[in-house]
């Protein structure tokens, strides 16, 4: 099983929501990764947990909040948005962060985030 | 933040025509990997060629690197429709614990 799943496919939310991005993996891999990704742009990092402990924070505004339970689930809070954070959220993982290894990313479908 | 730059940045074919496409990046690598996306969905994996390599094959896909030069190319042969998608490369640095560095992408849209 190479999936990766996002929940859910698409979400519209108001500036004072609060919602949650989920994503899931049972490939047994150690890092998993938070992108954004606006029209016609490459993904841009924002989170990494390396063996369920946030790895890279890319500057990412605390209006989204990042959290891994286990080694296969990984979160992302939402709170306070505003419309530029408008953009397809994609969830990534891959066997282990780090150079030694081979970092070949399996990516999720994405979740289509509109903030009104 | 990225580090690679495609080249061209949008490309229209013909099917049956062969498609290339240009990365270049600025830091020292481990490996060089390309991914396809279709439109509005997640990245797909095709291809890794590692720094001491200089040139891999897999099916219709041909990827060279040339690390004096700090770029790659990959080539689609005999393209299809179905190969209309946006092509990133990516580099991971060779600083332990950093993750992939993402290029700006190719759109690649293939005609029937």
Redesign the interface.
């Known amino acids: 099983d190479t999936e990766?799943t996002?929940t859910p496919k698409h979400l519209v939310m108001g500036m004072t929501n609060k919602k949650s991005l989920k994503c899931e993996q049972h490939m047994g891999h150690r890092a998993m990764?938070w992108y954004k990704q606006k029209a016609?742009?490459?993904?841009e990092?924002m989170f990494?947990y390396?063996y369920e402990k946030l790895?890279?924070n890319e500057s990412v505004p605390s209006r989204f909040s990042p959290e891994c339970p286990n080694s296969s689930l990984l979160n992302l809070h939402l709170h306070a948005l505003q419309p530029e954070d408008s953009a397809?959220y994609?969830c990534?993982s891959s066997q282990k962060?780090?150079?030694?290894a081979?970092?070949?990313?399996?990516?999720?479908?994405?979740t289509?985030l509109s903030v009104l | 933040s990225?580090q690679g730059e495609e080249d061209p940045q949008a490309l229209s074919i013909q099917e049956g025509e062969n498609a290339t496409m240009n990365c270049s990046y600025k830091t020292s690598i481990?490996?060089l990997?390309w991914?396809r996306q279709n439109s509005?969905?997640?990245?797909?994996?095709l291809i890794?060629i590692r720094s001491n390599e200089r040139e891999k094959h897999s099916g219709r896909l041909r990827v060279t690197l040339d690390t004096s030069k700090k770029s790659s190319s990959l080539l689609i042969t005999a393209s299809r429709a179905a190969d209309t998608a946006s092509y990133?490369c990516?580099t991971?640095?060779?600083?332990?614990?950093?993750?992939?560095?993402?290029?700006?992408?190719t759109?690649l849209s293939v005609s029937s």
């Not at chain 1, 962060?97 to 030694?100: D, E």
């Not at chain 1, 081979?102 to 994405?110: D, E, L, P, R, S």
């Not at chain 2, 509005?40 to 994996?45: D, Q």
């Not at chain 2, 991971?92 to 992408?105: H, N, S, W």
Request: hydrophobic letters at 40%; aromatic letters at 10%; glycine letters at 14%.
């Open positions: 990766v996002q990764y016609k742009k490459p993904p990092l990494v390396s790895s890279i397809l994609l990534a962060l780090g150079s030694l081979k970092n070949i990313q399996y990516f999720g479908a994405g289509r | 990225q481990n490996n990997q991914y509005g969905r997640g990245l797909v994996h890794l990133f990516a991971d640095a060779q600083q332990a614990g950093t993750a992939l560095i993402f290029g700006k992408g759109t």
